[in-house]
């Protein structure tokens, strides 16, 4: 599939736009939805806060995917936007898809987390931890919804930090996907086969725009995670990570990268393609590691004698809500020699350009007195 024939620029939903997603502005956008669309409220989440579920295609197979079930991941949100601005394009692969699969998308599982941007819900519980329990109404939505509709495939869609790459590279995980365990022996059943031959075929396409780029995540076995659970009752569930790329800390670059993911997630259930690929496929991509800080300061004791001698800085942002907008508050997360870590951005303070920028950073006093 050729990604310039998406035409990426015109498909993408330009009224939301940033790391902060609220359900008023989701709510604008599905109220513009009209046939082939048909958008159900499935219930409330703890604050009254509608949840919407949008469903579209005719197709035999049935994909669910939902979105921002933690309340602070909004990039693979806005890439559904996108998804559904392209499968009411016309395009030739968009009306394919709708004739073989009837999709339906949640984009906003968790309303009242993406209020206020957090992680969890109201009531403060990860409803990626709730799948067992099912103590939130978020999550017995999800549960009811994934009985009533019973899909062939289940699509679960996250954010990751910025402290992940591929392998042991210096090249952050733009986006990482795993085919969940379904038991604590990581046993490849049929169901988890499915869905490990489905990444195989996104990674092999999508390689080509971020190659060394795209990581696999760490697929221990959690009976408490909706992705886990979902693959034990014997459904392909895929995990999507939207993670960091250069100097995109709006994730808007990513955001198209797993629009492009998921548009390849459904051509290869709809022609049966990722049939081709096998497990071998899915193990060769690289496994995530956490070696990257968004900002590393080596050598910093040339500019505080407080540290030593081969002490370096590894700082990490803090995303916080402020007036409509996420600020990114920088905060020393370690302090060492950080041998084998990467730096988003890096400087040398032995260095005396690196040094002339560090000077114009906001954070100079405090790593300098």
């Known amino acids: 599939m050729s990604f310039q ?5 015109n498909i993408k939903e330009k009224s939301i736009l940033g790391r902060y997603v609220s359900h008023r502005q ?6 513009t939805l009209r046939k082939p669309f048909s958008v159900e409220t499935m219930g409330l989440s703890v604050e009254n806060r509608s949840i919407e579920s949008i469903t579209v295609g005719s197709g035999k197979q049935r994909i669910l995917m939902w979105s921002q079930m933690h309340g602070n991941e ?11 601005n392209f499968l009411n394009s016309e395009k030739g692969e968009s009306l394919d898809i709708l004739q073989k699969c009837t999709l339906k998308i949640i984009p906003m599982l968790n309303p009242d987390g993406a209020e206020v941007y957090t992680r969890v819900n109201a009531n403060k519980i990860d409803l990626n931890r ?22 062939h495939y289940c699509l679960n869609l996250h954010d990751q930090r910025t402290i992940f790459n591929v392998g042991h590279t210096p090249k952050p995980a733009t986006a990482s996907f795993l085919a ?14 499915k869905s490990m031959k489905l990444v195989g075929a996104i990674d092999h396409d999508l390689n080509s725009c971020i190659s060394g780029q795209i990581g696999r995540y760490d697929d221990t076995y959690n009976a408490n995670c909706v992705g886990d659970t979902f693959q034990a009752l014997g459904t392909p569930t895929v995990l999507f990570e939207a993670g960091h790329f250069v100097d995109d800390y709006e994730r808007e670059q990513t955001r198209k990268y797993i629009f492009y993911a998921l548009v390849l997630a459904l051509k290869n259930i709809s022609e049966d393609g990722h049939k081709h690929f096998t497990e071998t496929d899915y193990f060769n991509i690289p496994e995530n590691n956490k070696q990257f800080f968004d900002i590393l300061i080596l050598n910093a004791s040339a500019i505080n004698s407080s540290f030593n001698g081969k002490d370096s800085l590894g700082i990490l942002y803090t995303e916080v809500l402020k007036n409509g907008k996420i600020h990114f508050v920088p905060k020393i997360e370690m302090v060492g ?3 084998g870590y990467f730096g988003h951005q890096s400087y040398n303070c032995l260095n005396s350009n690196d040094l002339k920028l560090l000077k114009q950073q906001p954070f100079w006093e405090d790593i300098a007195n």
Not at 26 to 31: I, M, P
Not at 130 to 149: G, H, I, M, N
Not at 180 to 193: G, H, N, V, Y
């Open 74 to 84: 909004s990039t693979t949100t806005k890439a559904v936007l996108d998804l559904m």
């Open 337 to 339: 020699e950080l041998e």
């Open 180 to 193: 969940p365990a379904s038991d604590e022996q990581r046993t490849i059943t049929e169901s988890r086969k």
């Open 26 to 31: 989701l709510a604008k956008y599905v109220n």
């Open 130 to 151: 709730d799948a067992k329990k099912l103590t939130q109404p978020e999550s017995k939505l999800l549960r009811t919804v994934y009985e009533d509709f019973r899909p």
């Open 5 to 9: 024939d998406l035409d990426y620029s």
